[in-house]
Nanobody, 124 residues
Framework: QVQLIESGGGLVQAGGSLRLSCAAS????????MGWFRQAPGKEREFVAG????????LYADSVKGRFTISRDNAKNTVYLQMSSLKPEDTAVYLC?????????????????WGQGTQVTVSS
């Protein structure tokens, strides 16, 4: 069983930056594909970014491509989401997710484990 704890959310002005972190415990982190998702009030949860088990492959939603960067540090059991040029429409609860799969394929749904989320609010 993998536990995921997100941190780094907060309130930021449009155009600003934030870095989210997700610390994993209870499993072999290096064998998990990791993803970031977000859910805004009244909207469906959506895929934001994913990274393969070794970090060699990444995938981004079109809405964040060029502004967000996902990375991981397997020695620290942590995945990051660097968010820049933030927009009010990026406001959401951001959730970290893990899937036990060793593959270059990065899924956009069907993850096995989820964190509780961290709130990101972007003011205009």
């Amino acid at each position: 069983q993998v536990q995921l704890i997100e941190s780094g959310g907060g309130l930021v002005q449009a155009g600003g930056s934030l870095r989210l972190s997700c610390a994993a415990s209870g499993g072999r982190f290096s064998s998990y594909t990791m993803g970031w998702f977000r859910q805004a009030p009244g909207k469906e949860r959506e895929f934001v970014a994913g990274i393969s088990w070794r970090g060699g492959g990444t995938l981004y939603a079109d809405s964040v491509k060029g502004r967000f960067t996902i990375s991981r540090d397997n020695a620290k059991n942590t995945v990051y989401l660097q968010m820049s040029s933030l927009k009010p429409e990026d406001t959401a609860v951001y959730l970290c997710a893990a899937e036990n799969i060793i593959s270059s394929r990065i899924p956009t749904d069907g993850y096995d484990y989820w964190g509780q989320g961290t709130q990101v609010t972007v003011s205009s």
